[in-house]
């Protein structure tokens, strides 16, 4: 989509709004929303960034950008993201694009937890330990292996979700994960403690009909809200303050970046469209 085509689908958005029962302002508000949005990712993304080529890394940069770099107040965030919403929703319906990049990507709360920080080496063992103590018993090995998967291979939570017993790979030795499909899929290697904590909890595993690897204590796949109140609930109990499961994403990217300098292999390992994504993903926290 050029920057006329992208034009033209925010005329027939604005038409939409107006045959609508939203007020003139949040009109005018939405489309100002927007094309502050378009003149950030042409400028943080490159000069070919248009509305059509908006992935979910996208919005989760643009989120990151207003609540971080601007200091955005939660009220201003959230109405960016409810216009992102609302426009993409209009896109997917009108056929120019072929999937809602805002799915899956939460409003701010205000308690911060968009926002995320990486974890430092401290951090790391305060919230496995507070996880290895957790009150559920039966449920203390998958929590665990849920948070040492997302700090050593930077899987999304919808991807955790989504982790099937068919996409672990086991070789000789140890094995990885697949995940995706087709052009998308990529192959992430586990370092020896992941392995471990995962082997672990396929032990005690309920075997049930459904082939997702991470189950609830009644033995249907888990969701993403559970998984984000497992992060939220460790970190409360280890006392650690805005640590979300972007946080433990960021935390992996920078490590395996402090560890072999390849932007270009971080990328991959995130899941990320191009490195300069990932270049701006990483940018607030170290000078890349």
């Given at each position: 989509?050029s920057?006329?085509?992208?034009?033209?689908?925010?005329?027939?958005?604005?038409?939409?709004?107006?045959r609508?029962?939203?007020?003139?302002?949040?009109?005018?508000?939405?489309?100002?929303?927007l094309r502050?949005?378009a003149?950030w990712?042409?400028?943080?993304?490159?000069?070919?960034f248009s509305?059509?080529?908006v992935?979910?890394?996208h919005i989760?940069l643009?989120?990151?950008h207003?609540t971080?770099?601007l200091?955005?107040?939660?009220?201003?965030?959230n109405?960016?993201l409810?216009?992102?919403r609302?426009?993409?929703?209009f896109a997917?319906?009108?056929?120019?694009?072929?999937?809602?990049?805002t799915?899956?990507?939460?409003l701010?709360?205000n308690?911060?937890?968009?926002?995320?920080?990486?974890?430092?080496?401290?951090?790391?063992?305060?919230?496995?330990?507070?996880?290895a103590?957790?009150?559920?018993?039966?449920?203390?090995?998958?929590?665990v292996?849920i948070?040492?998967?997302?700090?050593h291979?930077?899987?999304?939570?919808s991807?955790?979700?989504?982790?099937?017993?068919?996409?672990?790979?086991?070789?000789s030795p140890?094995?990885?994960l697949?995940?995706?499909?087709?052009?998308?899929t990529?192959?992430?290697?586990l370092?020896?403690?992941?392995?471990?904590v995962?082997i672990?909890?396929?032990?005690?595993?309920?075997?049930?009909?459904?082939?997702h690897?991470?189950?609830?204590?009644?033995?249907?796949?888990?969701?993403?809200?559970?998984?984000?109140?497992i992060?939220?609930d460790c970190?409360?109990?280890?006392a650690l303050?805005?640590?979300?499961?972007?946080?433990?994403?960021?935390?992996?990217?920078?490590?395996l970046?402090a560890?072999?300098?390849?932007?270009e292999?971080?990328?991959?390992?995130?899941?990320h469209?191009?490195?300069?994504?990932?270049?701006?993903?990483?940018?607030v926290?170290?000078n890349?």
């Amino acid at each position: 989509m050029s920057q006329e085509q992208d034009e033209v689908i925010l005329t027939k958005f604005e038409e939409s709004l107006s045959r609508s029962a939203l007020s003139s302002s949040t009109i005018v508000n939405y489309l100002a929303d927007l094309r502050v949005f378009a003149r950030w990712g042409k400028e943080e993304i490159g000069a070919e960034f248009s509305l059509e080529s908006v992935s979910q890394e996208h919005i989760r940069l643009y989120r990151f950008h207003l609540t971080q770099e601007l200091n955005r107040a939660v009220s201003t965030v959230n109405r960016h993201l409810m216009a992102l919403r609302k426009f993409f929703a209009f896109a997917k319906e009108f056929g120019a694009v072929p999937l809602n990049p805002t799915n899956g990507v939460a409003l701010v709360q205000n308690d911060g937890q968009a926002n995320s920080r990486p974890l430092a080496e401290d951090d790391i063992k305060k919230l496995l330990a507070a996880a290895a103590k957790g009150s559920r018993a039966g449920l203390i090995r998958r929590d665990v292996a849920i948070l040492q998967l997302l700090l050593h291979t930077g899987l999304r939570v919808s991807e955790i979700v989504d982790l099937q017993k068919d996409d672990i790979i086991f070789e000789s030795p140890g094995f990885r994960l697949k995940i995706g499909n087709g052009q998308e899929t990529r192959y992430l290697p586990l370092c020896h403690e992941a392995q471990k904590v995962l082997i672990d909890y396929l032990d005690l595993r309920p075997q049930t009909g459904t082939d997702h690897v991470f189950l609830s204590q009644q033995g249907h796949p888990v969701s993403e809200r559970t998984v984000q109140r497992i992060i939220s609930d460790c970190a409360k109990s280890a006392a650690l303050e805005g640590v979300s499961a972007q946080s433990l994403r960021r935390t992996f990217a920078l490590h395996l970046l402090a560890e072999t300098n390849d932007l270009e292999l971080v990328s991959r390992r995130l899941g990320h469209q191009n490195s300069a994504i990932t270049a701006q993903y990483l940018a607030v926290h170290k000078n890349i």
